[in-house]
Structure formats: structure tokens, C-alpha cells
């Protein structure tokens, strides 16, 4: 199983990004991934995941509609995009596949992970 994240970058407040996570490696039609940040100093945190049979969607509270989570199923892609970034959200993203069906953005529940895109927000 492997995971590729990619879209990360400098940012200015206020801006916007879309990441991409392409996965590969695994053949099971019914699988969740989702998208995790880590600022520096704190622990692990979801922000969104999506079942890619069905495309439902779960997302963190605290994100408060800043964020969507789509797929391609196609190019075996999930998609974050995120608006009105703030400093507070720079960081490591990581995406994350856990292969059974079912909506979860508790990362203990996710075996498989990217390496992580870097994200900072500054002006």
C-alpha cells in the first residue's frame, strides 16, 4: 500500500490550497481516506475523510466549512481542498487509507500513511 500526498506549499492568510492523495497498492473497492494535520508541537488531529464507495464525507468540527474532501476514483485520488487558511494551520498533512468501509477521522484506526506535504501559512 502506498500513499502519495502532493500540493503543499507557502501560503499567505487567507489563501487556499488543494492537496492531492493518490493511493496504489491494493486492490479493495471499499476503502475510507482521510486527511490528518500535525502543527509543530501537537499531536496528530483529523480534518476530513471520505468513503470512496459512496463518497460520504465526515468532517472535523473545528474546520468549520473551510475544507472539502472529494475523490477520483478514476485516478484513485482523494482531494482537500482548503480555504481561508490561517496560520494556525501550517503544518504536515497526511493522508491515510483504512481498507474497510466506514467513516472515521480517529487516527489510530488508520494503519496505512503517506509521508506527509508541508504546509505554511505566512505572510
Known amino acids: 500500500v502506498q500513499l502519495v500526498e502532493s500540493g503543499g506549499g507557502l501560503v499567505q492568510p487567507g489563501g487556499s490550497l488543494r492537496l492531492s492523495c493518490t493511493a496504489s497498492?491494493?486492490?479493495?473497492?471499499?476503502?475510507?481516506i482521510a486527511w490528518f494535520r500535525q502543527a509543530p508541537g501537537k499531536e496528530r488531529e483529523g480534518i476530513a475523510c471520505?468513503?470512496?464507495?459512496?463518497?460520504?464525507?465526515e468532517y472535523a468540527d473545528s474546520e468549520n466549512g473551510r475544507v472539502i474532501i472529494a475523490n477520483d476514483n478514476a485516478r484513485n485520488t482523494v482531494y482537500l481542498e482548503m480555504n481561508d487558511l490561517e496560520p494556525e494551520d501550517t503544518g504536515l498533512y497526511y493522508c491515510?487509507?483504512?481498507?474497510?468501509?466506514?467513516?472515521?477521522?480517529?487516527?489510530?484506526?488508520?494503519?496505512?500513511w503517506g509521508r506527509g506535504t508541508k504546509i505554511t501559512v505566512s505572510s
Open positions: 491515510a487509507v483504512n481498507l474497510h468501509q466506514g467513516l472515521s477521522l480517529n487516527a489510530k484506526e488508520y494503519i496505512y
Open positions: 497498492g491494493f486492490s479493495n473497492s471499499y476503502y475510507t
Open positions: 471520505i468513503d470512496v464507495s459512496d463518497s460520504n464525507t
